[in-house]
């Protein structure tokens, strides 16, 4: 098997991929007065701390974007964890994938 291939438990070993999202301050990203909308296009500057050096692939972890601390909103947190929480408990009622009710 080819070590350089991120697999399942290797996935931590690749922090940023195409489509990942980061959550930027919506105010950060007006351009000429104008709120974006989902489907635009933003310019987005990103600023951090090198954690990592791979070959000749340098690895930052984030800590700014627009000059805006990086925090990523109450909501979709809570919605995670409640996510992992539902799974756990149907894990050990060994309820069926679907619910099953």
Avoid: F
Wanted: proline share 7%; glycine share 10%.
């Amino acid at each position: 098997m080819d070590e350089s291939m991120p697999t399942p438990e290797r996935a931590s070993d690749e922090p940023v991929q195409v489509g990942d999202e980061l959550p930027v301050k919506l105010d950060t990203l007006y351009v000429g007065g104008q709120r974006p909308e989902v489907g635009d296009m933003v310019d987005v500057k990103v600023s951090g701390t090198v954690s990592r050096i791979v070959d000749d692939c340098c690895y930052v972890t984030v800590e700014t974007a627009n000059d805006e601390e990086i925090h990523t909103p109450k909501g979709d947190y809570e919605a995670g964890e409640d996510l992992v929480a539902q799974s756990q408990e149907a894990d050990i009622m060994g309820l069926p994938i679907g619910g099953g009710y």
